[in-house]
């Protein structure tokens, strides 16, 4: 989808970011562009629509030219870090703050992930606003679907900013005036508008995912996904449970059991297949995802060298070590941003399962070897990981192979083309086995959970043995870096207990109130008519 050049049409701001659209943009909006000319016709509200696919995409983007930028290398690392996964490598200035625990309502990735959620629910809000007065369809089902994917991106949108603010301003129109009162909406409300926007999206968006006008657009079984969790976060495990039994039951999707794609005649399993370039899609035979965020190497609107690091943060800088080069199959250019703690990714924890194929050398590189033919003497060798390379020189370590993909005519390249799957079935059988074990079904919850071991090849988990940190212990071993892990362990009520057992970086540190961050600062000083509180601890 051509997404670079649209976003014009789509950036209605929010007085409450107290800043302009230009902001955000490299160009000025276009006469041309502006939503009156732009919102008249099917081809126009598929401008708009590519246009949030872009901004969503763009959510842990860098710098650039896309839709959306942080200004800062970590945007990603924020959601990741201070939890019980990993503790700061390269300590770049933007991650600081959150792995220290020292974020301030000052701090840049504070601020900017506020601005892209409500840049996504501007571009949202408009296109609901232009949708209604609309009458110049192509098929009778546009006004509907386009709609449905709004709501759906604002749904997506708030599910950030309750999970990261508590509660925030709930805005559904287009603010066509500056504002100065805005006031804090509470959680509970701001949810039960997220679960009608997903019951409309659910009800309206294409069902049969083979028949998507293209690739990457949003089904309905999305949106029933992202309702299961919303259903989580509001308590209601009953729903939670009927969605995402409706993805699983819905007949399109299947876990993977079988080698698929474009490496399936060459070493490895189907886990690592998943994550293969060129496999995300169903287009691969990949029956198993569910929404996939886009991705194109040198096309226009494709995506560019600082769209989504996530694959950079987690991967050592074996290269800066004598006797290695750099090499795509080593993982590229890595920056060590997220160095994983030995408690789960140590070779000898018994976190695995001894035949857990998640834990399989195409899934968890241990073992290096140097690669550098102008160090003879080295080519070849074995270099051992030790506390010291692991957790001092951040330098080596075993690391996570699905993010070992980058492009081998340029190894230096930083950016993230490979298309990113948002939901796969193994999460909504995570998700049912959450909801059923806040039911009190443990025997149920273990059903849900074994669904996805055994596909690895681990053993069974009995339902005397299942419990809350069973299940979150689980989604690392399937979902470790592919989940926002802060808005699991939020959800779950568990970020606390686990980063203080886990993180021995952030563990010391973390206090009751860094649950939630802080509102930004800029929000609280623009909204000078009313009082707009700040969270409790900052």
């Not at 709930?170 to 997903?198: A, C, G, N, S, W």
Request: net charge negative; proline share 3%.
């Amino acid at each position: 989808m051509e997404k670079k050049n649209i976003i014009s049409a789509l950036f209605v701001s929010l007085s409450i970011m107290a800043t302009s659209c230009s902001d955000y943009l490299d160009e000025k909006l276009k006469s041309e562009l502006a939503p009156d000319n732009t919102y008249t016709s099917s081809y126009g509200f598929e401008t708009g629509s590519a246009g949030m696919y872009a901004i969503a995409r763009a959510e842990y983007n860098t710098w650039g030219s896309t839709a959306f930028m942080h200004s800062a290398a970590c945007p990603y690392e924020s959601q990741q870090i201070a939890t019980d996964l990993a503790v700061m490598g390269t300590k770049d200035g933007s991650i600081q703050p959150f792995g220290y625990c020292t974020l301030t309502s000052n701090t840049g990735i504070v601020t900017s992930t506020w601005k892209w959620a409500y840049s996504l629910i501007a571009a949202a809000n408009e296109i609901l606003a232009y949708a209604e007065k609309c009458t110049n369809w192509d098929k009778p089902t546009d006004q509907a679907n386009y709609m449905a994917e709004a709501r759906f991106f604002r749904a997506y949108a708030y599910r950030t900013l309750v999970y990261l603010y508590g509660d925030v301003p709930y805005v559904d129109k287009i603010q066509e005036k500056i504002h100065t009162d805005f006031t804090r909406t509470p959680k509970t409300e701001v949810i039960q508008h997220m679960i009608d926007d997903l019951k409309y999206a659910s009800e309206n968006l294409p069902i049969d995912p083979d028949n998507v006008s293209k690739v990457g657009k949003l089904t309905k079984w999305a949106a029933e996904h992202l309702l299961s969790e919303v259903y989580l976060m509001n308590g209601d495990n009953a729903n939670a449970e009927k969605s995402a039994l409706n993805v699983i039951n819905c007949g399109y999707f299947r876990l993977m059991s079988n080698r698929f794609g474009v490496e399936k005649n060459k070493p490895g399993d189907v886990f690592s297949d998943l994550f293969k370039e060129y496999n995300q899609n169903r287009t691969s035979g990949n029956m198993e995802s569910i929404w996939v965020m886009q991705f194109e190497y040198q096309t226009k609107g494709g995506g560019d060298a600082y769209d989504d690091w996530t694959r950079r943060a987690w991967e050592p800088k074996y290269f800066e070590i004598q006797g290695f080069t750099l090499a795509d199959t080593l993982g590229g250019r890595g920056l060590c941003q997220l160095v994983p703690l030995k408690w789960w990714i140590g070779d000898n924890t018994g976190f695995f399962d001894a035949n857990d194929i998640r834990n399989s050398e195409y899934n968890i590189k241990r073992n290096w070897y140097y690669n550098n033919p102008k160090t003879p003497n080295l080519l070849g060798k074995r270099c051992e990981i030790t506390d010291e390379t692991w957790f001092t020189t951040y330098r080596l370590y075993p690391a996570l192979v699905k993010f070992f993909y980058g492009k081998a005519d340029n190894l230096t390249y930083t950016g993230t083309n490979r298309d990113r799957m948002k939901f796969r079935l193994a999460e909504t059988y995570l998700l049912l086995a959450e909801a059923r074990l806040n039911k009190g079904d443990k025997t149920g919850a273990s059903e849900a959970l074994n669904v996805v071991r055994r596909r690895a090849h681990a053993s069974e988990i009995s339902s005397e043995q299942i419990t809350m940190d069973v299940i979150l212990d689980e989604r690392i071993r399937e979902l470790v870096g592919e989940e926002s892990r802060r808005f699991t362990l939020c959800r779950t009520g568990k970020l606390l207990e686990r980063c203080r057992k886990y993180n021995t970086e952030a563990g010391p540190l973390i206090q009751d109130y860094h649950v939630l961050w802080p509102i930004p600062q800029e929000v609280i000083d623009s909204n000078t008519s009313t009082e707009f509180p700040q969270n409790v601890g900052y």
